[in-house]
């Protein structure tokens, strides 16, 4: 009687130290191919920080598993569990950088169009500037400026066009810095001009 428990418990023993002992391929493809899924999602640009700390965790549970590899008894049980962890997470954030890009691409639209609407009031403000000798080369400078401005206004839509909506906003962003600058400009020059009069 005594050894028949004795064969069940070694039996019992075998199957657990099979069951932890089993390297854990299934798991590291599975957290490999979320992270993978993450980052052509675009998580690595719009939450960065959640998928950085997600390949971080893949990196620990890999070396988890290296760890055990080179010993006799391994016990993946602890790296399964990081991977499987990493695989939620990692299909977790394609959903939320489906909303990220979406917030993106609104601002990178709010963006472009207060640009439009700027450029196109500099555009004006240049017709209505005064025109003296001295002013002649500043307009000119002023007006090949806001070339370079309807340029990035261009590009920003492109961008926005191909996905790239922080890019987008970026750009649109300091083209607005720079138009308004213009505008104050033009304001000030045309008020005195009209003060001359």
Do not use: H
């Not at 009687?1 to 064969?7: A, H, L, R, T, V």
């Not at 089993?22 to 490999?32: D, G, I, R, T, V």
């Not at 299909?91 to 601002?107: D, M």
């Amino acid at each position: 009687m005594k050894n028949i428990f004795s064969g069940i418990a070694v039996l019992f023993m075998l199957i657990f130290v099979t069951s932890c002992g089993q390297y854990p391929q299934a798991e590291l493809n599975s957290a490999k191919a979320a992270l993978d899924s993450a980052r052509e999602a675009g998580a690595d640009i719009y939450v960065s920080e959640e998928f950085n700390a997600a390949v971080d965790s893949f990196n620990v549970a890999t070396l988890l598993v290296e760890e055990q590899k080179a010993r006799f008894l391994s016990n993946y049980e602890n790296a399964k569990l990081k991977l499987a962890e990493v695989s939620t997470v990692a299909g977790g954030l394609v959903a939320k950088t489906a909303e990220r890009k979406e917030e993106f691409r609104q601002q990178a639209l709010a963006a472009i169009s207060q640009l439009d609407v700027l450029v196109k009031e500099d555009l004006e403000l240049l017709i209505q500037a005064p025109k003296g000798k001295e002013g002649a080369a500043a307009l000119e400078a002023i007006k090949s400026e806001l070339g370079v401005l309807e340029t990035a206004l261009s590009e920003a839509n492109k961008l926005v066009e191909s996905g790239e909506f922080a890019s987008a906003t970026d750009k649109a962003n300091a083209a607005y810095e720079k138009a308004l600058t213009i505008n104050e400009e033009l304001k000030t020059a045309i008020a005195r001009s009209s003060k001359k009069r």
